[in-house]
């Protein structure tokens, strides 16, 4: 068995980054063993795999500790995702170890990617929309209803493409997730996703394992890097500047399914400047216009400031030096500025 150290390295890397933003180490850690060390897709789909059915339960003994976990939709998204992901590797292993075969677990992963950057752009613009909501209106959120079916879908599209990709389950289920219970508080939607995907995963993995296809060596180094790094990302967790981490974190997706999907390097980097220059500002526009007014006045800072300059600036230059000083600081200091008009009024 060969411990490879510069795959150590990165998955201490990821798995920090995995412990200080809460994001899924499949969209990270995959796409790193296959466009940096050359690995095999299917090898490094299932040695990703298995390395989190060992990392997964530890995140989620803390929720279940905590009591955030609704184990209601636990139930209903295993009923899914389960059987789907066991099928996906099935599938995958079916298929073959062609070249051919290689290059369309590459495109698809590509594509997860790609919708992975999107759910991660999708759930902050949620979570930010729903908290101006909670705090403007001073109400607690309605009880959850479990709608069984579509929680099952939920369940078994996750669990298809972890099987295929080992994408999934801590980006794309999380934001179904909240577009089909916008009521969950953000701690149990991640402690529920945490727990729902212990099965999922473990379901993936033990096919990997049974089929032969993971590699205990590339397994073993990756485990080595990714503990500790969970482990000193999450004690950061609570410090560190989310607002800009996540569109950095972005960006790195959409890079790496674009290049997974064979897009040329000099259309590879017009499509990442424009996103650079364009879509962030635009996001931190947007992102700005759902916080409250009372709270930008609580802050002493102005709403229609912030959003004009980076609105309009998303057209120049100055929009993206405008979005990342909004949310370097500003945002944070918004998040950190209790409204205080509506309990005054009351």
Same mark, same amino acid.
């Given at each position: ?55 997964? %339960? ?24 389960? %059987? ?143 503990? %500790? ?64 007014? %009372? ?52």
């Amino acid at each position: 068995m060969h411990v490879d150290l510069y795959v150590t390295l990165a998955a201490l890397l990821v798995g920090f980054t995995v412990g200080l933003t809460g994001m899924g180490g499949g969209a990270l850690m995959t796409p790193i063993l296959v466009l940096l060390f050359g690995i095999n897709p299917s090898a490094a789909v299932s040695s990703d795999l298995v390395a989190a059915m060992i990392m997964k %339960p530890i995140g989620s003994g803390v929720h279940i500790r905590r009591k955030t976990v609704r184990w209601e939709l636990v139930r209903w998204l295993a009923i899914g995702s389960i %059987p789907a992901a066991a099928s996906g590797v099935f599938i995958l292993r079916s298929l073959g170890n062609s070249e051919d075969v290689q290059n369309t677990i590459k495109l698809m992963l590509g594509i997860t990617l790609m919708v992975a950057a999107v759910a991660m752009v999708t759930k902050a613009w949620l979570q930010g929309r729903r908290n101006a909501q909670h705090r403007s209106a001073g109400t607690q959120p309605p009880p959850l209803k479990v709608k069984p079916l579509p929680t099952i879908l939920i369940g078994v599209v996750g669990g298809l493409l972890v099987g295929l990709t080992s994408v999934g389950s801590g980006s794309i289920i999380i934001v179904s997730l909240m577009l089909l219970y916008p009521s969950l508080r953000g701690a149990e939607l991640v402690g529920t996703d945490l727990v729902q995907a212990v099965p999922l995963v473990s379901a993936a993995a033990l096919m990997h394992i049974f089929f032969g296809d993971f590699e205990l060596g590339l397994t073993t180094s990756i485990l080595i890097g990714s503990i %500790p790094g969970v482990y000193a990302g999450a004690r950061m967790s609570a410090k560190a500047p989310d607002g800009v981490i996540r569109p950095a974190l972005v960006f790195v997706l959409l890079a790496s399914g674009l290049k997974l999907v064979n897009v040329s390097t000099e259309m590879l980097g017009v499509v990442l400047l424009i996103v650079g220059l364009v879509a962030l500002p635009v996001w931190g526009a947007i992102d700005a216009a759902s916080h409250p007014e %009372p709270q930008w006045e609580a802050a002493g800072l102005s709403r229609r400031t912030w959003v004009k300059w980076q609105a309009l600036g998303a057209l120049f230059v100055v929009g993206f030096f405008a979005s990342i000083a909004y949310f370097a600081k500003t945002r944070r200091t918004l998040e950190a500025t209790p409204v205080v008009t509506e309990t005054v009024a009351a």
